[in-house]
């Protein structure tokens, strides 16, 4: 089993920047894959980013790439997203999600249904 706990949402303003942490607990392994997600009212949760916990490689989705970024502290066991030029339709719930990593090391899991846990999850709201 494993947990995870986000936290570090909140009220920001377009163009400003949040970080959100997820911290795990529990039985976690090298080879998980570390991923965050969003739900905005009314639509599917969307893959957003993961890191690879062992080998550190990330990817994103189009939509943030090149204002996110997922990072991983092992001596924490916490991932970080951090969140800049934020705009209002990245307001959503942001969830941390995991999964234990059998495939090579550039498979990309952004499937919500491929990862086995999740955190609680962490409100952000963007404000134009």
């Known amino acids: 089993q494993v947990q995870l706990v986000e936290s570090g949402g909140g009220l920001v303003q377009s163009g400003g920047s949040l970080r959100l942490s997820c911290a795990a607990s529990g039985r976690i392994f090298s080879n998980y894959v570390m991923g965050w997600f969003r739900q905005a009212p009314g639509k599917e949760r969307e893959f957003v980013a993961a890191i690879n916990w062992s080998t550190g490689y990330t990817y994103y989705a189009d939509s943030v790439k090149g204002r996110f970024t997922i990072s991983a502290d092992n001596t924490k066991n916490t991932v970080y997203l951090q969140m800049n030029s934020l705009k209002p339709e990245d307001t959503a719930v942001y969830y941390c999600?995991?999964?234990?990593?059998?495939?090579?090391?550039?498979?990309?899991?952004?499937?919500?249904?491929?990862?086995?846990?999740w955190g609680q999850g962490t409100q952000v709201t963007v404000s134009s």
């Open positions: 999600a995991t999964v234990r990593s059998y495939a090579s090391g550039r498979y990309k899991y952004t499937g919500s249904s491929e990862y086995d846990y």
